[in-house]
């Protein structure tokens, strides 16, 4: 008898998951939610943020139910605040940060909740210079603790821009994030579904400490730098 009920439960929020994957979303497509992270970056950039969405009415409205228009992967690194880097409020970015954007079981359950669950068709990979995790990996030295199993998952970027030419960092930071969104879009049964028939847009970026720009790798680098 539970067995049963755990069917007709899990076929109930099966069904819910597709129908609010179809209609629970900002209303907004991934290029457009896109050129909204870029406006508001411009404008964070700028020093004329506007910080939208962050009203009591706001408070109010997000209480019932959320539509963030984007997912962000992010680092944890105290000095790149996604609401504020991106000029969002109160439910409008979906939200993952941990230190050199590594994800693991917990990050990717959390990721296909976003778009299978909340509707969400675009997710940005977004590392940054002078990542302390990064340099890490890029380093032969232990790490104490679970640390290593970040350094561990961005090695393979770090060897990869090992020899090229430029800053050491700075082509492992970019080569992480690379990595990273590949592996996103290849991550199955939900992403790469999504990824597969156009539904979602995975890009890779890389926020700039000293300007507070949001620089976006292009596709070109993105195939070259994982093969």
């Avoid at 109930?12 to 896109?34: C, F, H, R, Y």
């Avoid at 050199?100 to 990717?108: C, D, L």
């Amino acid at each position: 008898m539970k067995g049963f009920k755990f069917l007709i439960s899990f076929l109930i929020l099966s069904i819910s998951t597709q129908l609010v994957a179809q209609t629970n979303s900002a209303g907004i497509s991934s290029k457009d939610a896109l050129q909204r992270l870029v406006e508001g970056n411009l404008r964070f950039v700028q020093g004329k943020s506007i910080r939208p969405n962050q009203s009591v009415e706001r408070i109010k409205e997000v209480s019932k139910k959320q539509n963030p228009f984007a997912t962000i992967v992010g680092c944890s690194d105290s000095r790149v605040p996604n609401e504020i880097i991106f000029d969002q409020g109160l439910g409008d970015l979906f939200i993952l940060r941990t230190a050199g954007q590594v994800s693991t079981y917990a990050s990717w359950g959390s990721i296909e909740f976003s778009v299978a669950v909340l509707g969400v068709n675009l997710i940005v990979v977004l590392g940054h210079t002078s990542c302390g995790a990064v340099g890490a990996a890029c380093k032969a030295d232990d790490v104490p603790g679970h640390i290593i199993a970040l350094t561990n998952s961005i090695k393979p970027a770090a060897e990869k821009v090992k020899h090229m030419e430029g800053d050491y960092l700075d082509n492992a930071v970019k080569a992480n994030v690379a990595f990273q969104v590949v592996s996103l879009r290849k991550l199955d049964p939900i992403l790469s579904k999504y990824y597969n028939k156009g539904q979602l847009q995975i890009v890779g970026a890389v926020y700039d400490l000293e300007t507070g720009k949001v620089n976006y790798l292009s596709e070109e680098y993105i195939s070259t730098i994982t093969k």
